[in-house]
């Protein structure tokens, strides 16, 4: 019996030593992510992207000769959840920097927790304006919605599409999409001159939207400006189809998912959208978007392509790689904060190259990337037009 304690307690003594060793021989980075709840079917994939990046870095050496460590969190899309993962990932995890969450609505309350804590947090997605404005610790490698919706409104004046009159229907009970449906569109709108009636709420929920496309029918819109994710989105294109409307259906980043081309079936012929990726812009970009259909579908995840977002996703990694490589970060506990705080400091100023774009800039903390229009036609995703990135000066 003292035998077996003594071998127990040099086990533990041993177990104690090279603990701090192992923790050393790792670079943690957090990743807060949707794998459950209403945002699922947009944000599990991301996690597709981000972990492709990982293994790439990994598989060529990691960064500064060291493995990243992967600690992800999932906030089963709800933004409290997200405050929880950012205290968790920082303070327990002891994490260098975050990529993530997902949403707006969860960045609009992780990105406090980011600022008290002092830690580099790059969402993945959220692209309601604002969101960084004042912010130290919280950078983005998004795009907004105004800038993208504006292109697009642009892109069918450029076009001489009808555009004199509209409607906007809009999810009630999802951040970014109603202040898409309430603010961001009508305000666009009404500079381009359309003339567009009361924002029409729906809940992300609802299955019956026969009463609210009933008085887009009977006002006859020369197009619906729709705010919504894509299975809301094809419900009410569904609707508008079955009801007779013949008028082009159009929507910014919030529906921009290759998926929609199956979602929308026929009835989607026609509309316009607006996404900030392109998977044929080069060689990188292609590589990247058949590696992620790939993986995706060996997870069992059904992708005609990637979504804005993952490509988003698979940058930010390289991009905190790039500054921790600038930074020659250790991953050693005792420099924790020391190396938290040079990755902050790393961003300002900074230019990055991926598959989104090359010589990436950032306006204030927002990355500037290009947009480019989609419309759904003969049942594919095609290119209606294009815009360059806007300068940072």
């Given at each position: 019996?003292?035998s ?9 003594a ?15 980075i ?42 992800r969190y999932?906030t ?25 969450p ?39 490698l998004?795009?907004?919605?105004r ?8 892109a ?7 555009m ?23 305000a666009?709108?009404e ?10 709420p ?6 019956d939207?026969?009463?609210q ?29 079955r ?41 990188a970009?292609?590589?990247f978007?058949?590696?992620?259909v790939?993986e ?26 790039q ?7 250790t ?23 991926g598959?989104?774009?090359d ?9 500037e ?25």
């Amino acid at each position: 019996m003292k035998s077996g304690k003594r071998i127990l307690l040099a086990a533990v003594a041993a177990l104690a030593t090279t603990a701090p060793v192992l923790a050393q021989d790792t670079i943690k980075i957090g990743h807060i992510s949707v794998s459950s709840g209403f945002l699922k079917s947009v944000g599990e994939p991301t996690n597709v992207a981000v972990d492709i990046a990982v293994q790439e870095i990994n598989d060529a050496g990691g960064i500064n000769g060291k493995p990243i460590e992967l600690k992800r969190y999932d906030t089963g899309s709800d933004p409290k959840q997200a405050a929880v993962a950012a205290r968790t990932l920082v303070q327990d995890d002891e994490v260098l920097a975050i990529v993530g969450p997902f949403s707006s609505g969860e960045a609009n309350v992780a990105l406090n927790d980011a600022e008290r804590l002092k830690v580099l947090m790059l969402p993945t997605s959220s692209s309601a304006p604002g969101l960084t404005d004042g912010k130290t610790y919280g950078w983005r490698l998004t795009e907004d919605e105004r800038k993208q919706f504006g292109r697009l409104l642009a892109a069918m004046k450029e076009k001489g599409l009808p555009m004199e009159t509209a409607e906007i229907v809009y999810v009630s009970d999802e951040v970014v999409a109603n202040g898409a449906g309430t603010k961001l569109y009508p305000a666009l709108l009404e500079e381009a001159g359309v003339k567009v009636g009361d924002p029409i709420p729906v809940q992300w929920k609802s299955f019956d939207m026969s009463a609210q496309v009933a008085k887009i029918v009977q006002s006859n819109p020369d197009f619906v400006a729709v705010a919504a994710l894509p299975e809301q989105a094809s419900k009410l294109i569904a609707e508008l189809h079955r009801q007779g409307y013949k008028g082009r259906v159009i929507g910014s980043q919030i529906f921009a998912d290759p998926n929609v081309l199956e979602l929308f079936g026929p009835e989607g012929e026609g509309t316009l959208l607006v996404a900030g990726f392109w998977k044929g812009r080069t060689e990188a970009s292609q590589a990247f978007d058949d590696k992620f259909v790939a993986e995706a579908e060996a997870r069992g995840i059904h992708k005609l392509g990637a979504h804005h977002s993952d490509a988003q996703a698979y940058d930010t990694v390289y991009l905190v790689k790039q500054l921790m490589e600038a930074a020659g970060t250790t991953g050693d506990p005792d420099k924790l904060q020391e190396e938290r705080q040079a990755l902050v400091d790393g961003m300002e100023g900074v230019r990055f190259s991926g598959i989104l774009a090359d010589d990436i800039c950032f306006a204030g903390h927002d990355a500037e990337l290009p947009g480019y229009v989609i419309e759904i036609k003969d049942g594919k995703w095609t290119k209606f037009a294009e815009a360059p990135a806007d300068s940072c000066e």
